[in-house]
């Protein structure tokens, strides 16, 4: 059996399983959902991804940051409420290559990860 296709969200970075409805507009489908589809990254989006790959650039070969780090670089007062933005940019930045996430050390896949997660250079 070939295996169905799959797509990241260009807003949340998920996973984009796909769906009959979808048959033949598959290659137009961007979004995940009609939330992200409202909720398109912006220049907060591209300046987070920055800081991201700024921040692990700066450390030795191998380390990894939290997203709260950059999210309070970013947002000191009102951290916690970009701590969600912070994840996504990091699910995108996976999509692209240049990032994995891990949890207790372990690559995890980041359209199921829950909990805490660390970022760090592919």
């Not at 059996?1 to 970075?13: I, R, V």
């Not at 399983?17 to 033949?24: I, L, V």
């Not at 290559?97 to 997660?117: E, F, H």
């Amino acid at each position: 059996m070939k295996p169905l296709p799959e797509k990241t969200c260009a807003a949340c970075g998920r996973r984009i399983e796909w769906r009959a409805k979808w048959r033949d507009c598959w290659d137009e489908v961007r979004f995940c959902s009609a939330r992200c589809r409202r909720q398109k990254p912006g220049p907060e989006a591209e300046a987070a991804g920055r800081m991201i790959l700024a921040m692990l650039a700066e450390r030795k070969s191998g380390a990894t940051i939290c997203p709260g780090e950059v999210a309070r670089k970013l947002h000191p007062d009102t951290w916690r409420d970009h701590m969600e933005e912070v994840r996504s940019v990091a699910r995108r930045l996976v999509a692209d290559g240049r990032l994995v996430i891990t949890q207790r050390g372990q690559v995890v896949d980041p359209s199921t990860a829950k909990g805490p997660i660390r970022l760090k250079l592919r």
